[in-house]
T-cell receptor, first 115, second 112 residues
C-alpha cells in the first residue's frame, strides 16, 4: 500500500512565482524526505525533516511537517526554469518490521516552471 | 553528483536474453537498493542489501536477482528478459537506514 502521496500531480507556474507541493502519508514515521528527479535521471536528495521537527529550510526550499495530520509541504520560493522536475516525498517504513528504514516513495508532483 | 554509477544507461534487448545491470558506489555505504520506475510513476523497491552477503526482496515482486559480494558492487540480473521487464531501474545507496539515499543515473531497459 502506498505510504506517501503528493498533491497536486502536476503544477505549472511562471518563473519567479512560488511553488507549493503537498505530501500525505498513512503511518507513523521517523523522518520524511523530499527528492527531485529531472526527466530520465536518478533522484537527488533535497531535504530531510525528522518527526520531531516542524519546519526546515534549505536555500529556497522550505519544508513543513505536521505529524498530527500526517502531512508535509515543500515550498520552492522564487522559482526558476531550472526547477522544472518531478518532486517526490519519501517516508521511511518505520512500522513495517524487517523493512524498517527503507523508503516508500509517492507518485510525485511534476513541476513545470515557464520562463 | 553522487559517487554512484550505473551501466549501461540504455539497453535494448530481445526476449529471452540474460542481462546484468551494474551498480557501483565509492562512498563505502552499507545499504544499497534497486528500484523500478515506469515513466511518470512512483519508485518501487525491488531489492535491498544491508551489507556484504545480505540481500532482501523489496515490496514489489520481481523476477530479477541480486548479489552483494563486495560493499561497493550490487548487480541486478534478469535470467530471461521479457517485454514486461521494460522499465527504468534505479540503484541507490545510503550510509544507514533512515538516512538520505544517493541515486545513480538509472538504466532504461527496453525488451522487445
Amino acid at each position: 500500500s502506498q505510504q506517501g502521496e503528493e498533491d497536486p500531480q502536476a503544477l505549472s507556474i511562471q518563473e519567479g512565482e512560488n511553488a507549493t507541493m503537498n505530501c500525505s502519508y498513512k503511518t507513523s514515521i521517523n523522518n520524511l524526505q523530499w527528492y527531485r528527479q529531472n526527466s530520465g535521471r536518478g533522484l537527488v536528495h533535497l531535504i530531510l525533516i525528522r518527526s520531531n521537527e516542524r519546519e526546515k529550510h534549505s536555500g529556497r526550499l522550505r519544508v513543513t511537517l505536521d505529524t498530527s495530520k500526517k502531512s508535509s509541504s515543500l515550498l520552492i520560493t522564487a522559482s526558476r526554469a531550472a526547477d522544472t522536475a518531478s518532486y517526490f516525498c519519501a517516508t521511511d517504513a518505520g512500522g513495517y518490521g524487517g523493512s524498517q528504514g527503507n523508503l516508500i516513495f509517492g507518485k510525485g508532483t511534476k513541476l513545470s516552471v515557464k520562463p | 553528483e553522487a559517487d554512484i554509477y550505473q551501466t549501461p544507461r540504455y539497453l535494448v534487448i530481445g526476449t529471452g536474453k540474460k542481462i546484468t545491470l551494474e551498480c557501483s558506489q565509492t562512498m563505502g555505504h552499507d545499504k544499497m537498493y534497486w528500484y523500478q520506475q515506469d515513466p511518470g510513476m512512483e519508485l518501487h523497491l525491488i531489492h535491498y542489501s544491508y551489507g556484504v552477503n545480505s540481500t532482501e526482496k523489496g515490496d514489489l515482486s520481481s523476477e530479477s536477482t541480486v548479489s552483494r559480494i563486495r560493499t561497493e558492487h550490487f548487480p541486478l540480473t534478469l535470467e530471461s528478459a521479457r517485454p514486461s521487464h521494460t522499465s527504468q531501474y534505479l540503484c541507490a545507496s545510503s550510509a544507514r537506514a533512515y538516512n538520505e539515499q544517493f541515486f545513480g543515473p538509472g538504466t532504461r531497459l527496453t525488451v522487445l
